[in-house]
């Protein structure tokens, strides 16, 4: 018995990559595992993920494509991050392909000795205001100094969107001002650069944005980008998270439990403790405002959420100390979802698994 676990499915991964890539086809899928795989653990995810028909991975930084890579994993590989003169040295080192959007850069990029043979993607922004060029002309001049260089490859025409999930419409704008831009490029210098666009929730509900590639993060590890239920889109969670009753105690009207005393029972019940807070990723807002699976039963979390240790209501039939808890997962027919999570957070998913701290160990089961 573990005091707390995160149990990676890797045959979820799989199956959902099988999935994304049968519906992106003939689109190629790229698994976004940045972020040590948004929790779930980035090398695992990766190969679960080649197995599942993904034929690219994207990182946000240098140190995790060097994690990969030294993990023994393969194939094409994209930073999609900004880089800095060191960080470049060591996507460069593990083979990575890099974005730019400046011929600066791309001028700088093809002087490196280090760069021989270097895939580069070309950002234009179309709307989501953070990394790339809004200026089409700019990213055009950076295309054809990809292009111009012995040593680089242009690789890809890339944007990415602000809205896949929430505002289509706006999603398809950005669409509309990136695919003129890639088609001319493209037109410029034949070769057959890469085009993507399309997130997990684009690939999903955009069909038309599928382009060459597409780059999904959330929907690999089984969760949903519209914050509902992934069942929905044929999609598994892969992630649980596990703890125990470490105490259980009867509690009579007028105690309490946790700091502050923010749960006084009102009848008598039996209070569980379950030995995971906040520090795990259990976040301190959810006091109050949330249920784990204790032998298949939903139970309110009550009091408090400490650092190390919650509390749970078990109600007056409460099962022994020891038994197991299920704070991410399905047992029973019940099922708390990372979704679920979100939502009583005001969040979204992604925050959800990636917030579950190095200090829960990760077991990855179905290789
Ligand atoms: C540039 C880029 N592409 C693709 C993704 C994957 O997005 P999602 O996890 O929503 O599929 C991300 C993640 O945030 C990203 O930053």
Not at 131 to 158: K, Y
Not at 254 to 283: H, K, L, M, Q
Not at 324 to 337: D, P, T
Request: net charge negative; aromatic share 4%.
């Amino acid at each position: 018995m573990l005091r707390a676990l995160a149990r990676v499915d890797l045959s979820a991964i799989e199956r959902n990559c099988a999935e994304l890539a049968r519906v992106a086809a003939p689109a190629a899928l790229c698994a976004v595992v940045k972020a040590d795989g948004y929790g779930h653990g980035a090398a695992q995810a990766a190969r679960a993920a080649q197995a599942g028909g993904a034929t690219w991975l994207a990182v946000a930084t240098a140190d995790e494509a060097a994690e990969l890579r030294a993990a023994g994993i393969g194939g094409p590989l994209l930073v999609m991050g900004a880089l800095t003169e060191a960080e470049l040295s060591l996507a460069l080192r593990a083979r990575a392909d890099v974005v730019a959007w400046r011929e600066a850069s791309v001028a700088a990029l093809a002087a490196r000795p280090d760069a021989e043979g270097a895939g580069v993607h070309v950002k234009l922004d179309t709307g989501m205001g953070r990394l790339g060029t809004r200026d089409a002309d700019e990213a055009t001049r950076a295309a054809d100094a990809v292009a111009a260089a012995p040593g680089l490859r242009l690789a890809g025409l890339m944007t990415h969107f602000a809205t896949a999930d929430d505002d289509p419409a706006f999603a398809r704008e950005q669409l509309a001002r990136f695919l003129p831009w890639a088609d001319a490029v493209r037109a410029r210098h034949g070769g057959d650069p890469l085009l993507h666009a399309a997130n997990s929730a684009a690939t999903l509900g955009i069909p038309e944005s599928r382009l060459g590639m597409v780059r999904c993060g959330i929907a690999i590890y089984g969760m949903d980008p519209f914050g509902a239920d992934p069942a929905a889109h044929g999609l598994a969670p892969a992630l649980e998270l596990r703890s125990y009753l470490a105490e259980v105690k009867p509690i009579a009207p007028g105690e309490s439990a946790g700091y502050g005393r923010r749960f006084v029972a009102d009848a008598p019940t039996w209070i569980g403790t379950v030995p995971v807070g906040y520090a795990d990723g259990v976040r301190r807002a959810l006091s109050g405002d949330c249920d784990v699976l204790v032998a298949g039963r939903r139970v309110p979390v009550v009091g408090t959420i400490s650092m190390d240790n919650l509390t749970v209501d078990l109600g007056p039939d409460p099962p022994d100390r020891g038994a197991e808890v299920v704070l991410i997962g399905a047992r029973g027919g019940e099922r708390v979802l990372a979704e679920e999570w979100a939502r009583r957070l005001g969040t979204i998913g992604y925050e959800i698994t990636c917030g579950i701290s190095g200090r829960v160990p990760r077991e990855h089961a179905g290789a």
